[in-house]
Nanobody
């Protein structure tokens, strides 16, 4: 069964850091573009970052650019989102998505065949 599982969320103070992981099983992640999305309370889900299948190119939304870094280790079938200088407005459930399109459009994966994780909660509060 194809599956993505996010982990690494938690409660941090403003200015703190978290590293999210997205582990894939049942398929080879090297063939997929991977994006991170988030959904804050009362808001629609938004894309925040994307990387193509080999991780050479990375893209970020304006709200996270300069603070977040997406990376991947295809040998481990895992993608990461390093989040630094976190702000209260970063509070959201964070989801990863893998797409067979292999590439990004803007800061989201192109849509061909998409698979979603269940999300991990990130709370930034003092």
């Amino acid at each position: 069964q194809l599956q993505l599982v996010e982990s690494g969320g938690g409660l941090v103070q403003p200015g703190g850091s978290l590293r999210l992981s997205c582990a894939a099983s049942g398929f080879t992640l090297a063939y997929y573009a991977v994006g991170w999305f988030r959904q804050a309370p009362g808001k629609e889900r938004e894309g925040v970052s994307c990387t193509n299948k080999d991780g050479v190119n990375t893209y970020y939304s304006n709200s996270v650019k300069g603070r977040f870094t997406i990376s991947r280790n295809n040998a481990k079938n895992t993608v990461y989102l390093q989040m630094d200088n976190l702000k209260p407005e970063d509070t959201a459930v964070y989801y990863c998505a893998a797409d067979l399109s292999k590439y990004c459009s803007g800061y989201e994966p192109m849509v061909l065949e998409r698979y979603w994780g269940q999300g991990t909660q990130v709370t930034v509060s003092s």
